[in-house]
């Protein structure tokens, strides 16, 4: 469309007109026919579609500009996508592949940090895949703790390189913490190694182009893990692996092995969730979720368990125990008032991946069995 016809559109309101017809739309996602109806599921997925939103302005308006990145946090206490791991503080960035890019800071002392660069989005194709990778482990760094990481589609002479394709979009960080309470986060920041003007005021054309984007993201993020959800209740109350390419293919971390299943309990059941033997790894979690994919509510209830909190048995198993009341055993996860959803454990370096077993017991005879 003209440059002048969008104008138009934006001063006449049709541009808005359209945006929020679209957000309306996406409530069809929540009200989707296999989707609980009750009144808990209703509202925890109409205020996601909120969370959706307040991520997606971020990502494609106010940190939408490639030439002039910033760092923002995708999800966090109160904004949620896709079984997002409470043991996480995610950054994002938006690139240009056609442009170089620094980041530089301090590793700090979490226990894992990556770097990886993608292309496409939920907005479009509903696939974010891999055009480079890096984790701590290959970093270079000063003495001091701190780096530069460069960003381009050719190595440079020396130093730490992450690799663009033409097609590169953004730049997702992973900054994952065994213990948040004695644990540094990386200090990163990240500038665009050949800009040299100011960046430009928002106009008509762009703010068309973003509310197009973030409407889109709005709805075809919703309607991505409501399918997920969905297809998790043929196995409810197991824990089988995922797909690992299709895990790969929305932007998940290669470093990382997934889980993704369904639970339901009645008030008087339980669901035991065991390893055998914990692989060796960098990390693991496993993680309770909603119907909707968002981590249930980590910080009041107890609904993740890691390599730092869980308790291992004399052998290095580990028995994880979920149901609505606490059973008065080791490493129970709150249910945090909801009567099913989704759940995810992940292991993350390890060579060889455990499958874990699970079984529903009655709570009751929880310790007998025991």
Known sequence: MATDGIEQQVRSGQVWSEFCDQLKRSGEQILR???????????EGFRYLTRLLRI????HL??????FPGFFSPSHETAKIGADNPDNLYQYARLNGERQYRVSGRRGSVSYLSFGTQKGGYETDGKMIQTGFIDASQLQLAADGSFELILSQEPPAQGNWLRLEPASNALIVRQTFLDRSSEQPAQLRIERLDAEDAPVPLDAPRLHESLQRVGSFVENTARLFADWAQGYQAHTNQLPPADQALCQAVGGDPNIYYYHSYWALADDEALLIEVDQVPACD???????NYWMESLDYRHHRICLNKHSAQTDARGGVRMVLSHRDPGLPNWLETAGHADGTLCLRWVGAEHPVHPTTRVVKLDHLKELL
């Open 283 to 289: 990390f693991w979690n496993l993680q309770i979720n």
């Open 62 to 67: 106010e940190f939408a500009d490639p030439d």
């Open 56 to 59: 997606a302005l971020e990502m």
């Open 33 to 43: 026919a296999e989707a609980p109806s009750d009144g808990q599921t209703r509202a």
